[in-house]
């Protein structure tokens, strides 16, 4: 069945550094790729999405590539802030099955 | 536009009630999904919708059924409840799956299962 296996769990970076977050997933008919961050008690909110025919999205501060051959794609969070702290989950959606499966998420946190 | 809108917030049952969570949506929104969230296991797909009609099994269907009668309202329901079961459920929805559409989350139910 279709899987996606995220690292690291937990991430602690200074207060200005870079974070990158890295998923795989399994089912080679993923061709949407979203990102939630969660804060505490909160919900999931969507921070950027790519599709696969896209190899990289730029919104400011932060980024996602797309590697299709490989089956990985990352989150990319420059110039963090103490605000970035959160959990980030990656996901991966078939346009076989329209399930949308998620990582097991990534706690960041920032450090000022 | 009240987005995604769950209910209720909190509940506690003893083994072997049952209830229904519910969910609706007030975008037109053809997509609609549950999730369930425990510590160290992300978010994962209990049942979806693609549509008034249809349903189908996620990751972890067991336990759980669901209904779609109107493109507004999914409820989910536990037949018997278990402390298995105890976790945070999450109910989504997007313009559509066919189109690859950000899903947008309610506020979630916060279930304990004595």
């Known amino acids: 069945g279709e899987n996606v296996e995220q690292h690291p769990s937990t991430l602690s970076v200074q207060e200005g550094d870079s974070a990158v977050i890295k998923c795989t997933y399994s089912?080679?008919?993923?061709?949407?790729f979203p990102w939630y961050k969660q804060e505490l008690g909160k919900r999931p909110q969507l921070i950027i999405d790519?599709?696969?025919?896209?190899g990289e999205k730029k919104d400011q501060r932060i980024a996602v590539t797309l590697n299709k051959t490989a089956k990985h794609f990352s989150l990319h969070i420059t110039e963090t802030q103490p605000e970035d702290s959160a959990v980030y989950f990656c996901?991966?959606?078939?346009?076989?099955?329209?399930?949308?499966?998620f990582g097991t998420g990534t706690r960041l946190q920032v450090f000022p | 536009n009240a987005g995604v809108t769950q209910t209720p917030k909190f509940q506690v049952l003893k083994t072997g009630q049952s209830m229904t969570l519910q969910c609706a949506q007030d975008?037109?929104?053809?997509?609609m999904s549950w999730y369930r969230q425990d510590p160290g296991m992300g978010l994962r797909l209990i049942h979806y919708?693609?549509?008034?009609?249809?349903?189908d099994q996620g990751e972890v269907p067991n336990g759980y059924n669901v209904s779609r009668s109107t493109t507004e309202d999914f409820p989910l329901r536990l037949l018997s409840a278990a402390p298995s079961q105890t976790s945070v459920y999450f109910c989504?929805?997007?313009?559509?799956?066919?189109?690859?559409?950000?899903?947008?989350f309610g506020d979630g139910t916060r279930l304990s299962i004595l």
């Open positions: 975008m037109n929104h053809e997509y």
């Open positions: 919708s693609v549509g008034a009609g249809i349903t």
């Open positions: 790519i599709r696969s025919n896209v």
């Open positions: 089912d080679s008919a993923s061709n949407y």
């Open positions: 996901a991966a959606e078939s346009y076989n099955t329209d399930k949308l499966i």
């Open positions: 989504a929805s997007s313009a559509g799956g066919y189109s690859n559409q950000p899903q947008h």
